[in-house]
């Protein structure tokens, strides 16, 4: 059975290309880029050449380039740098659709007397650009936003919202996790002060991540330690994956135009496909969004369900279902955008790379009907080819809780 | 990736029994579309012997939900009502050679819409409706959880959650069950029926400034009021709890004393053994 990856989104394939960059560093080049002696000079040469790729990717200059172990550390570093640096105010301003790493900061410091401000989006996952325009006082230390969703793909408006935080001089951070590589970014462009990438979404290995901080922004280090990365992240640099996402970086520059071309195009049929199948929809705005996101519900169904069948045929995606989750729950993002939940516990993400093929598309296309019609004849929402409505399973007998209303 | 069984993967993909039966002489449907596991289960009666002669099931739910909906209606089939109504959540699990804890709510669910089929058969009230709405966003009630926590030996409230996916929503309903599961521990480390010691809640810091207010209105300040004193709850900070002392405690001489030794001991010996007083001073 052949492997079709649709989960690009989760994690990507190493490239080639990259690993071969890395290797030596695991072998004969093992010196400590600080030392001074030759085989660390040869090292220290290799990471600056990596970090000239990722300041390519990013329009900005190498020296504001912070490698930490993963997206999660640098959205840490910049969330607790930008409060640290401003004691003296103590307001957050985030959205209700961010990666963990945000929401759970953003609850911890809740508890620990910051107001928090969470803007909602709207139904297709849109900001409310409004709402976040009116939450922005002279106490709101830091603005962070996720610039694409990971569930959906949907795009904020980062670059104007970069710009209205500098007007009224507030720090601005993007968790562009999901964003770098998939979509052009030039920093130098743009008012953004602190943006998070992550090495394992772009073809490069877990375990490496790295945070973009605006030159002459006041930073705070998260880890505490040595002279490394200019006293901002102590530890010995992970010189493998460094290395490693700066040839990442360059391959992203390269396929860029694909992403939002061949990529683009397949994602777009895979959807249009999809859609055939009766009660189908489409979560997230559809203009506004990664060119290789998809997200799907199919209704009266459940998403681990489709998830394991799928995964028997060969496709590996995810969902936003709360079987799924861990949580319970379905998706955060999905009920912030209120997805109703005949849809929110079917939902799956579809997430693609330049590694995928029209033949991979055009199986996955074979494969998806027999599985939704599948769980739906054992579904008791569904009666001949129909939603079946009728019982009184629709909603839980309490009728309060937080999920029917 | 939860880790399921051979078995389990086999009852999801290759499911048994699924549909209605012929004659639907009972049915029970639990959990619901908006919980994210709904089951329908209907069964066919031989009257004469009080027998299941059918039974066929409807599951929206995630693998192991339809696992356990197909392995209740094979262990089911052929049984007597008052044998079937004997199974118990973890009889189903055991069926599909175990369940990720996680995913033992789905086991909970097969046993619960049996017994509201048979329930339904004989012209008996639900049950659901007996009982205190314990978990709102997912509407478990005391009944249950009592019942799902003695029945597999249940000590945390994560289980609790793992088990009727109680707590498992907004999270309000977690004191609650906290209470629960405390004053069923002590019934039954009482009984000296289990080997399981009464593991304390873990509390929070909420709980715990409650706890500590209402033993200074009801323990303490009552004992200093009876020499014409009072004690006022100013402050609590981590272990620190800061108090205030009036009428004729703050001028009287031995009031060091009665911090020291009185209010500690009340304070340690009723909420946390950690517990320091300080006095704030006017």
């Keep these: 059975m052949e492997t079709i990856y649709l989960d690009n989104n989760a994690t990507t394939k190493v490239a080639p290309e990259v690993l071969e960059a890395m290797l030596p560093f695991f072998k004969e080049e093992y010196g400590n880029p600080s030392s001074m002696h030759h085989k660390g000079g040869d090292v220290a040469a290799a990471l600056r050449r990596a970090r000239l790729s990722l300041a390519s ?19 840490n570093t910049a969330l607790w740098s930008a409060l640290r640096t401003q004691p003296d105010k103590r307001h957050l301003v985030t959205s209700k659709v961010e990666h963990s790493a945000i929401i759970n900061n953003a609850a911890f410091l809740a508890r620990q007397g910051y107001k928090v401000t969470e803007i909602g989006v709207d139904r297709r996952g849109l900001l409310d650009f409004d709402e976040l325009k009116a939450a922005l006082t002279p106490d709101t230390a830091l603005v962070s936003l996720l610039w694409a969703n990971n569930e959906t793909g949907v795009l904020f408006p980062i670059v104007e919202t970069a710009a209205l935080c500098r007007e009224k001089g507030i720090v601005f951070h993007t968790d562009a996790v999901q964003a770098v590589g998939k979509i052009p970014i030039n920093l130098k462009e743009t008012c953004i002060d602190m943006l998070s990438l992550s090495g394992h979404k772009l073809h490069a290995p877990k375990g490496i991540g790295a945070l973009y901080v605006r030159h002459g922004l006041k930073f705070a280090p998260f880890m505490i330690g040595g002279h490394q990365e200019n006293g901002r992240r102590g530890g010995t640099e992970n010189v493998p994956y460094i290395v490693g996402v700066g040839a990442a970086a360059e391959l992203s520059e390269k396929n860029l135009p694909e992403e939002n071309g061949r990529v683009k195009a397949m994602r777009d049929r895979l959807e249009e496909g999809l859609l055939k199948i009766p009660s189908t929809i489409v979560n997230g705005d559809r203009e506004l969004r990664l060119p290789n996101t998809s997200n799907v519900s199919f ?20 969902s936003g279902s709360a079987c799924t989750s861990g949580s319970l729950e379905p998706s955060h993002v999905l009920r912030a955008m209120g997805v109703p939940f005949t849809a929110a516990h079917g939902s799956i993400r579809l997430s693609l790379s330049t590694a995928n093929t029209d033949a991979e598309i055009d199986k996955a296309l074979e494969i998806f009907p027999a599985v939704i019609s599948k769980l739906r004849d054992l579904s008791p929402f569904w009666k001949d080819g129909a939603p079946a409505l009728d019982n009184s399973l629709l909603t839980c007998d309490t009728n309060s809780c937080q999920i029917c209303n | 990736m939860w880790e399921y069984t051979d078995r389990v993967m086999d009852h999801f993909e290759n499911p048994r029994n699924v549909g209605v039966v012929a004659r639907i002489d009972g049915e029970g449907q639990v959990g619901s579309l908006s919980c994210g596991d709904a089951l329908r289960l209907t069964i066919q009666v031989d009257k004469d012997k009080d027998l299941i002669e059918d039974a066929k099931f409807q599951t929206f739910g995630c693998a192991s939900a339809i696992a356990s909906s197909s392995a209740l209606t094979e262990m089911i089939k052929g049984k007597t009502l008052d044998d079937a109504l004997n199974l118990t959540n973890q009889d189903i699990a055991d069926f599909l050679g175990g369940l990720p804890r996680e995913k033992m709510h789905c086991s909970v669910m097969g046993q619960e819409a049996l ?29 249950e959880i009592e019942r799902v926590v003695k029945t597999n030996r249940l000590t945390t409230v994560e289980e609790i959650t793992q088990f009727t996916k109680a707590g498992g929503g907004c999270g309000k309903c977690v004191p609650k069950l906290e209470a629960i599961l405390g004053r069923l521990l002590k019934k039954s480390s009482g009984n000296g029926s289990g080997e399981k010691t009464a593991v304390a809640p873990r509390m929070t810091a909420l709980k715990r400034i409650k706890l500590i207010e209402e033993v200074i209105n009801t323990q303490i300040a009552p004992a200093l009021m009876q020499d014409g004193g009072d004690i006022e709850l100013v402050d609590v900070d981590g272990d620190e709890v800061v108090v205030a002392l009036k009428g004729s405690c703050s001028s009287c001489p031995s009031s060091k004393r009665t911090l020291s030794d009185f209010v500690t001991e009340k304070l340690r010996a009723l909420v946390d053994p950690q517990i320091v007083v300080k006095e704030q001073r006017s």
């Design chain 1, 57 to 75: 990717l990013l329009g900005c200059e190498p020296h504001e380039i912070v490698y930490t172990s993963c997206g999660t550390e640098s959205d």
């Design chain 1, 299 to 318: 209704e009266y169904v459940e998403g681990e369900s489709i998830l394991f069948h799928l995964s028997h045929a060969g496709i590996c995606a995810s």
């Design chain 2, 115 to 143: 017994e509201a089929a048979v329930a339904n058969y004989r012209g008996l009230p639900p049950r659901a409706l007996s009982s205190e709405v314990v978990c709102q966003c997912f509407g478990v009630t005391e009944e």
